[in-house]
């Protein structure tokens, strides 16, 4: 299974951006997709996940209200909706693949399993 993130860019604050995470070489029907991000000099967290089964998400404290997680099965494609973007949203975000990723353990980079890299998003006036 191989993930690609892409979408980033630098925004001016309150703006926004969509990233995409495209997924190859499995059914994206079968995995959970989470997307984390990593700010300079600080761990990496997660910001927000979506289900198999596309009916469930999950988003940190932080970025609740302000992103939206969807996914196009179809297309092998998640896609995180940032909205009225901080300069805290800055950092490197990627995604990563988990099977059966538990519900309430989504933040653990622990549940999943790939990869990909990241795509940097600069919120900066």
């Known amino acids: 299974v191989q993930l690609q993130a892409s979408g980033g860019g630098l925004v001016q604050p309150g703006g926004s951006l969509r990233l995409s995470c495209v997924v190859s070489?499995?059914?994206?029907?079968?995995?959970?997709i989470g997307w984390f991000r990593q700010a300079p000099g600080k761990e990496r967290e997660g910001v927000s996940c979506?289900?198999?089964?596309?009916?469930?998400?999950n988003y940190a404290d932080s970025v609740q209200g302000r992103f939206t997680i969807s996914r196009d099965n179809a297309k092998n494609t998640v896609y995180l909706h940032m909205n009225n973007l901080k300069p805290e949203d800055t950092g490197v975000y990627s995604c990563a693949a988990g099977f059966a990723v538990g519900w309430g353990a989504w933040y653990s980079e622990d549940e999943y399993r790939y990869w990909g890299q990241g795509t940097q998003v600069t919120v900066s006036s």
């Open positions: 979506i289900f198999e089964s596309a009916e469930s998400a």
């Open positions: 070489g499995e059914n994206l029907n079968y995995y959970t």
